[in-house]
């Protein structure tokens, strides 16, 4: 997916979000939303928006020194999550459909967010997963896939929403590795956010190898692309994942919960809308 | 009323919304956008926003070569205010407080605003102002102003909304002046979206001089300033006025509707609410 213009004061209001994350002081917030509008020239549209994270984030520790400005507000949002994690448990086991009930859940979980949007309330974003229909929904060729896969890749997107990622593991049971970011890029997840959240007891974690906020294949390891190329499903959660991978032929399903106008025209779904979508469909 | 961080994402997003109204070649939009991003380390803080216009909107007139680009909105949202005239005036005539309900059309008539916001429903606005309660209700003040006034500056704001302010005009029914923008700016009325809203048939109109999309006093005409020292009541209309007036001594009274987060906190007002403040109070 390309990077619209509507992306471009987007960058500077998730600049000025992660900047208050990072600093009270005005001036060097000033200076950071300066350094972010210099960029804007730079910002290549034909790519997708992750690839422009590092101009926008990167002043931020530069101007700041604080290479992690969501460390705080990530680890809330896995307590957050962890809180919910045992009614959710239950919805799912005692649900006639537990892989529909699990996927909801982990679409709703993609609720946090602190790049597309800032405000959110994860309990009724849950909630509601367990009754709303799916805007996109690819389900019937998921639930095929998945009964029929060995091998599953799991890209995460946020820390907190692992959490709810974990329940779906463990409804799929399957093999499944589990890939985050190389690096704290806004509040994505990291190696040490999904041990935090137990995804080590039911997949096998992995850094994907890319410094984005979303998995831009020819900057992600060797490793990773060895099984991103021969998984028989990959699970690929959020906006970030879906915008670098949409015209990626491949097993992938896309799990997200819809946040922006940018994705709201590319998908034809409404925002806050559950997208279960199957790239080959 | 200074310049917040939060101000500066929103210029761009103004000037995006903007420049799409004057041309739908993307490159020129992207062009437009770099350009009022270089501009970014030069906005005053210390300034109110309409400051900022001219850094703002001046790119799309030197790139698409549209000096109005909002001339087309400005007809319709005068043409649609039209039409809602009759009504609002019955409901006016048949208030037990004609003032009041003048006032509220008013307020509500400021809904009509393509700078701060770009989606509103004007009937529903209307509709609501008869019976919803003022979120800074200074009325009482407001009314005996008006009974002792003999003159009334009356600062415009936006073009459609024009229509509304002539009711109220002819509710006070005492000697009123009506001072518009001395160009057109974003969708703010000129002496000719004055004209075509009947305001000179009850008003003397008359251009403030200034080429913002505020009443920038040090850049307003002298004659508009003779009158703005000598009026007994100045009405001020719209988050624009009021960013430029909010420290000015006098007997000014801000009508508005609570259209941003930055006016949300300097007032202490939830968004959306009708305002009708006492400068003085």
């Known amino acids: 997916m390309k990077t619209y213009l509507e992306c471009i004061p987007c960058f500077l209001k998730q600049a000025l979000f992660a900047a208050r994350e990072a600093t009270d002081d005005e001036r060097k917030i000033k200076l950071i939303l300066d350094a972010v509008a210099s960029h804007i020239p730079d910002i290549p549209l034909d790519s997708p928006p992750p690839q422009t994270a590092r101009l926008v984030y990167g002043p931020i520790t530069e101007i700041t020194g604080v290479s992690d400005p969501f460390r705080e507000l990530k680890e809330q949002s896995i307590q957050t999550a962890l809180r919910h994690y045992k009614?959710?448990?239950?919805?799912?086991?005692?649900?006639?459909?537990?892989?529909?009930?699990?996927?909801?859940?982990?679409?709703?979980?993609?609720?946090?967010?602190?790049?597309?949007?800032?405000?959110?309330?994860?309990?009724?974003?849950?909630?509601?997963?367990?009754?709303?229909?799916?805007?996109?929904?690819?389900?019937?060729?998921?639930?095929?896939?998945?009964?029929?896969?060995?091998?599953?890749?799991?890209?995460?997107?946020?820390?907190?929403?692992?959490?709810?990622?974990?329940?779906?593991?463990?409804?799929?049971?399957?093999?499944?590795?589990?890939?985050?970011?190389?690096?704290?890029?806004i509040n994505d997840a990291t190696l040490e956010d999904a041990r935090k959240s137990g995804l080590d007891s039911v997949a096998r974690i992995m850094s994907s190898g890319c410094d984005a906020p979303g998995t831009i294949l020819d900057r992600c390891s060797p490793e990773f692309m060895e099984i991103f190329r021969t998984a028989d499903v990959i699970i690929s959660k959020g906006q970030g994942n879906l915008e670098c991978l949409s015209d990626e032929p491949g097993p992938i399903f896309f799990l997200l919960k819809v946040k922006c106008p940018v994705i709201v025209r590319n998908l034809g779904a409404p925002k806050g809308g559950m997208i279960l979508k199957d790239a080959r469909l």
């Open 87 to 185: 009614k959710m448990k239950s919805a799912v086991e005692s649900s006639i459909d537990p892989l529909r009930t699990a996927a909801g859940i982990a679409i709703a979980g993609n609720v946090i967010d602190f790049g597309s949007h800032q405000h959110f309330d994860l309990e009724k974003e849950l909630t509601a997963a367990l009754e709303k229909p799916l805007a996109i929904n690819h389900y019937e060729s998921f639930r095929r896939s998945i009964e029929k896969a060995r091998t599953i890749l799991y890209l995460g997107d946020n820390a907190g929403e692992t959490v709810l990622d974990r329940i779906l593991i463990e409804t799929i049971g399957k093999d499944t590795i589990y890939a985050v970011r190389d690096i704290p890029i």
